[in-house]
């Protein structure tokens, strides 16, 4: 019976796998058509505004609608959303999609019905998609500096300061967007205006928010690249150090690459000869930058979840790759300030809250399916693969956490009872016999730790930070 439900499970497991897959590749491909018709715009004379154009950006739209639908429901499962925590963020984090839907079908018909959209809309998107990813990611930021509190990992600690970096990205693009668009951004943008808009020189304060948003995204790539070496870093003795180091660094340098002015100068004579063509071959090159990254990225978890036999644990893996795929992926604002007619790139915009919270509800849920399942904390202790370290760690203080609640609670209850009335105090000594007995089935925490601490230390591997 036991070997059937498991079998169900894995099948289960491995349809809502593809099902994401699926999913992912025609959104990834539906983002890099959104934002490069806007990017290309700028060099063939803006967007045309016609009939074809809002077509697209209905079909685009669609495709956003009915992918975070999939997504969301693929991602659900209610035993893993007992925490009330998690249950407001998936909860919140539903009915902002929707709000997203209903805004994007709003800006649909106010071009319809007007030839025009209200850019405060542009606004509104951004404001709820990156402060969903404050949120998120400052949550699971928190998560990880907790368990690192417990247990003393790189790991951990590289991927809360990752974390805290692409809040304050967050951040940044929200001042960045609400700047940009109230300082001489037209409150009507349509054709009668400009299909794009001309790019000014820019100002005092422009400078300042464009140069915090080039430090801070600039950071935020780099601590989330640095965390994923040092999660992939067994690899380096498989395939050896110097073929390690060249496939991970193969998408630093590639981000890199395009603040370098010196490849304009490089190719000067062809950007003389034809400049329409190659700023747009240029463009859309270096627009690949951070998806590029964005694959590194969930490729680490992806690595992690081909060695593990847990359908549930494997699953929430997947699902944390994917979002650090859709973040870095969809994570291109600026591409808003130029006002266009139609606003090819929102619904870009609009994977931003949907990756963080598939990031957050991935990590979460695979500490919470370690620290109830002993079957895969076992397997986790007879592993020597670093990769591994990651979830082992945030399973077992994850745990320690649980039973250290549980323990608070039920003191609580014995000190209650401890109280009562001398009439109840005949019933208080069978009831306090029955709190020792659940004691004694969760263990107490100091044991715990230390039995823990033992099996760890002797399963954990020697190679050196």
Known sequence: MTLNLSHQAAVGTNYQTKTIFLAACIIIASILIDTSIVKTSVYTGGLHGSTADILLFTIITLIYAIGQYVILKVTTVKEHFRTRDMIIVHKSAVILQYVLIAILLITILQMILTSSYSSIILKIVTWINYSMSIVFLGILSKKFISWYSTRRNWI????????????????????????????????????????????????????????????????????????????????????????????????????LTQFQTILLYLFTPIRLTDPIIFGITYTLVFSA??????????????????GLSNPQVK???????????????????QILLLNPYPPFGLPTICYVGLASYLILIGVYSSALSVARDKEVRMEFYRSAMSQMSLLKTIGVSEMEKQLMKDFKSIDKRTRSLEKVSRYEKDNVKEVLHGLVDEMDKENAREILHDVLTELYSKSRPKDKF
Request: charged fraction near 10%; charge should be positive.
């Open 156 to 255: 951990l600690i590289a991927y809360a300061i990752a974390m805290i970096f692409l809040c304050m990205y967050g951040i940044v693009s929200i001042i960045d967007i609400s700047y940009g668009l109230t300082h001489g951004g037209p409150t009507k943008v349509g054709i009668t205006k400009s299909s794009v808009a001309s790019i000014d020189t820019p100002s005092f304060i422009s400078s300042i928010v464009n140069s915090a948003y080039f430090i801070i995204s600039l950071l935020a790539f780099i601590s989330t690249w640095f965390a994923t070496v040092l999660l992939l870093k067994h690899y380096s003795n498989k395939i050896g150090k110097a073929k390690y180091w060249i496939l991970v660094s193969i998408p630093l340098a590639y981000f």
């Open 289 to 306: 930058s951070k998806p590029i990254g964005g694959i590194l990225f969930g490729i680490s978890f992806w690595i992690v979840s081909r």
């Open 315 to 333: 699953k929430y893996m997947i699902i944390s790759g994917y979002g650090l795929l859709l973040l870095f992926t969809a994570s291109q604002h």
